[in-house]
Structures are given as C-alpha cells and as structure tokens.
C-alpha cells in the first residue's frame, strides 16, 4: 500500500503540503528523515525517535547487506522486526556507497562488481540483485539502482552514467514484484547539465514510478548551483507524486529545497556533527566543545524543548564531551535531531498558512545566514 496525497500548494513559490500512507503509517509531507544506516539511528533507541515524532527513518542496503547479511535480516523477518521500529522505513539502492566507498570498483551493463570496505572480499551488485535485497529488508520505500557520478565530471562521463542509470532503473522496475508492500522511486541524474536532468527525469517518468528522487546534488557544488538545477529538474517531475532530495540536511538546504518543491529529504548531517560536539540552534551552530561553554549553564538553545534542553546545560555537555563519555553524543544527537525535525514541522505549518517566506527570513536571520 502506497498513496501520496498532494494537500496544499504554496501561492508564493513551488513549496507543498502533502501526505504519503505506507502500510507501517503515513508520514506527513515535507519531511526530513534521520538516518539509520546499518539498522539503527547512531546513539538513539527507536522509542527516543518516536518520542522526536520521527515518522520515517532510513537504512542502507549496501551496509545491511555486507553486514549482518540479508539471511539474517530474513529470519528476523524484515528490518522493522530486526531494529523493532513499526514506522515506514525507506532503503537506499547501494549505489552511492559502492561508488563512493569502494575501491577497485568496476562497471559494467549488468551491475557493479566491488571490494567490500569491511574485509576487501569482492562482491557485485546489479540493478536485480539491489532490489532483491531491499526485498527482503521489507522497506516501505525502496530506491532504485544508479550511479551518483562524482563533482565536477565531464559532459560525456554524465551522459553515459545518466543513460546507463535510466536502463537500470527500468530493470529494477520489471524485477520488483512487491508493489503492494513496497514503493520503488525512480533516481533522476544527469550532473550539472540540465539537458541531462531534463532527459533523466522525462525518462524516468516514461517508465512510471510512485514517486521520483533526485540524486547527484549537494556534492561538493556551491547551493546557488544546486539550487538551480533543483529548480529546473523539478518541473519535469508529476504533482502528484512525491519528489526526494537525497543527502540534504543543514537547515538552508531544506528550505531552498522545500521552496523548489521537494518533498522529502535525509541526511546523516545532525547525528555526525552532533557526536563531534556541534549543535545546531536557532541563532546558528554551536560547538559545545568550546572552553567558553565551561561556566555557562544555560541550555544549548534558549528556545528549545527538546529532552536534553529540559534537563542539561551547556557546561554539563561539555563536560562529557572533554572527558569522552557515551552521554554527549547521545545528548547532542537528540537536540539536533528534534531541532530539524520541529524545523520541518513548523516549515509545514507555514505552507499551510502561506507564510512560508515569512518564516524563512525571519530564520534565515536569526540563524546567521544573512
């Protein structure tokens, strides 16, 4: 069971309300979604999540399936048993971790044959085997196999990676047979070039997918660029299905992306920085570590109700961070978490309200980035 229901439409710009139902729930649309690679959202439990009102998480396919080994996963009976959550869960093909991870990597029209990180054994994936895996991971969104080629690459690299990943997506669709259980969304690619984004999301939306990713951005490009071919690729993806935004997570790039009509979005951005001891908060980043934060008792940001604001102070969270104890990385996580998570929540109520370039101004200058 899959359906995406477009609710609202912004009168100031592409931004959208929307809601998708999954048969582990509905998840309310725009979203950000924490990250889970290897089965776990680092630091937290799936009840400290639902507590953030997170609605969806994702997880890797490449690392689930080197680790534990889908046989595992099998006779747990599915990923949401395995890490006992009961929300939707959306998996990711593979694809950017075997060309971003892997050495030795070599591509072919059938697939990718590689070396795993963790031991150097050779392994392969192709467009079947991607979907044959995230079958059995039982994810409620399933993502079809691509190539993230790297930034910058030439005219020519784009094109054939582009080309290759559309014919492959077409695999992945004729191959994937649990329609009724899972959501495949089709990877549109196509670099820097907007005749190859034009050319990879029309084709896509040939083959017909629930819903459309875009791929490739936020990779190394400066955001006016990013946000320019987000802005063109968009318009060649259907209203009526929802649009995702792999690997974004700072707060610019969600309202830039949620302005240009994206749906969903994830990134690892808030739990990595927050176990290196940088909090995000309304006026701005923040990096507990910092020695002026030894007497300082206040909490992490004065307008904030997440767990560790209600109960901690600066000068604790230091602490734990100068003397390497679990506890900060957990006490962190939860603020940044919360701290995006509330973002898209009130960015939503926004839409609803047509204010959303209101709110984003008013965010945009108290956070520092005007």
């Known amino acids: 069971m899959f359906k995406f229901e477009l609710l609202k439409e912004s009168k100031e710009c592409k931004a959208r309300l929307g809601k998708i139902t999954t048969n582990h729930g509905e998840i309310e649309t725009p979203i950000f979604m924490p990250v889970g690679t290897r089965a776990t959202v680092k630091t937290m439990t799936p009840e400290e999540l639902k507590d953030l009102k997170a609605q969806i998480i994702l997880s890797n396919t490449y690392h689930l399936f080197l680790k534990p080994g889908t046989e595992i996963i099998k006779k747990a009976g599915g990923l949401h048993k395995f890490m006992n959550w009961d929300r939707p869960i959306l998996t990711d093909s593979g694809g950017f971790q075997v060309f971003s991870l892997s050495d030795n990597r070599k591509i072919s029209e059938e697939g990718v044959e590689f070396r795993s990180h963790i031991d150097g054994s050779k392994q392969f994936l192709s467009p079947e085997k991607s979907i044959d895996i995230q079958n059995i991971l039982g994810s409620d969104i399933i993502m079809s196999f691509d190539e993230c080629a790297p930034y910058p690459a030439s005219y020519e690299y784009i094109e054939n990676s582009m080309k290759r990943t559309l014919r492959w997506a077409k695999r992945c669709k004729e191959h994937h047979n649990l329609t009724d259980k899972q959501a ?187």
């Open 184 to 370: 495949l969304f089709g990877i549109v690619q196509g670099g820097m070039y907007k005749d190859l984004r034009e050319e990879s999301a029309k084709g896509l939306v040939d083959i017909d997918f629930p819903g459309y990713a875009i791929g490739g951005l936020s990779v190394g490009e400066p955001l006016e660029l990013m946000n320019d071919i987000l802005d063109y690729t968009v318009d060649f993806l259907p209203k009526e299905k929802p649009r995702y935004l792999m690997g974004v997570g700072s707060p610019d790039y969600l309202f830039e992306a949620v302005e240009r009509g994206i749906d969903m979005a994830d990134c690892v951005l808030p739990t990595r920085i927050a176990r290196n001891g940088t909090v995000m908060t309304s006026k701005g980043r923040l990096v507990i570590k910092n020695a002026k934060y030894k007497e300082d008792f206040s909490k992490l940001d004065e307008n904030c109700s997440c767990y560790t604001c209600e109960n901690y102070s600066r000068a604790y969270i230091r602490h734990l961070f100068n003397v390497d104890e679990v506890l900060a990385l957990r006490l962190a996580t939860i603020h940044n978490l919360h701290f995006l998570i509330e973002l898209m929540e009130k960015i939503r109520e926004s839409i609803k309200n047509d204010t959303f370039e209101l709110f984003k101004d008013d965010f945009y200058k108290n956070y520092g980035y005007n």
